[in-house]
Nanobody, 120 residues
Framework: QVQLVESGGGLVQPGGSLRLSCAAS????????MAWYRQAPGKQRELVAS???????SYADSVKGRFTISRGNTKNTAYLQMNSLKPEDTAVYYC??????????????WGQGTQVTVSS
């Protein structure tokens, strides 16, 4: 079993920044990829960014140049630095982890997520 805990969300004005944190615990493989998703009200959950076990990032077009995904010093932590936030970034943000080098369909149950609200 894997447990996922996201934190760092909040209310921010357009143009502002937030840094989200993800901690995975339980049966974590030593080689794994991690990713951030988001789900806005009335919409499907979408992939925002992923990072391979080697540290190579990938981003959705909607966040390229504004968001940066990174990994912590341990194999089970990840971060999402979000700059130049827009109202359309408002959503609940979730992270997940996947065994192996590269990201693919998520395998584990989602955590509670962290709410990000961008509004003036």
């Amino acid at each position: 079993q894997v447990q996922l805990v996201e934190s760092g969300g909040g209310l921010v004005q357009p143009g502002g920044s937030l840094r989200l944190s993800c901690a995975a615990s339980g049966s974590i493989f030593s080689i794994n990829a991690m990713a951030w998703y988001r789900q806005a009200p009335g919409k499907q959950r979408e992939l925002v960014a992923s990072i391979s076990s080697g540290g190579s990032p990938s981003y959705a077009d909607s966040v390229k140049g504004r968001f940066t995904i990174s990994r912590g010093n341990t194999k089970n932590t990840a971060y999402l630095q979000m700059n130049s936030l827009k109202p359309e970034d408002t959503a609940v943000y979730y992270c997940n982890v996947r065994p192996g080098a590269n990201w693919g369909p998520p395998l584990y149950s989602w955590g509670q997520g962290t709410q990000v609200t961008v509004s003036s």
